[in-house]
């Protein structure tokens, strides 16, 4: 795991300094190149959700992602309730296998969440099935696991 310096930027952190965004660039590449300059500890909910959501600089991000949801696993960026959560459990399930740590404590904070919007629970149980295994979630109805 790397340390969280938080006074450090993305671009500092990781070494990589990106170059300045053309005038060809979208907003979204734009943003997230100065979202890279910024120290992570001044980072929002906002800005990670956008980052993590990009695949960017996941080493450091989600660690801070965790403790975020640890304190509310329902915060929110921009766009709705739970969207950091949502961009985190959205991952390619192999970045857990790098990140063991921030993976584990996730498991512990959404294995608790009960009442979610449907497509986050899906996610969630997606998140929860060890992805070692062809295993399927079984079907719900009424927000209740139905086994056969």
């Known amino acids: 795991m790397h340390p969280l310096n938080r006074d450090r930027s993305l671009e500092e952190l990781e070494r990589d300094r990106w170059p300045a965004p053309s005038a060809h660039d979208t907003r979204l590449v734009a943003t997230a190149q100065a979202l890279r ?31 975020v949801l640890r304190e509310n696993p329902m915060a929110e ?14 991952r390619n399930p192999s ?4 990140f063991p740590e921030p993976g584990r404590e996730l498991r512990g904070i959404v294995s608790k969440l009960i009442g979610l919007p449907e ?12 992805q070692s295994t062809d295993k399927q979630v079984p079907p719900r109805r009424n927000g209740r696991r139905i086994f056969t």
Do not use: C, K, N, S
């Open 37 to 67: 300059r910024r120290p992570i500890g001044e980072l929002t909910v906002e800005d990670m959700r956008l980052l993590i959501g990009q695949d960017i600089g996941l080493p450091y991000l989600l660690p801070l992602a965790v403790e």
């Open 119 to 130: 497509d986050l629970q899906q996610e969630v149980e997606r998140f929860l099935v060890p």
């Open 95 to 98: 970045v857990w296998v790098e």
């Open 77 to 90: 960026g921009h766009l709705y309730e739970g969207d950091l959560l949502y961009a985190v459990l959205t």
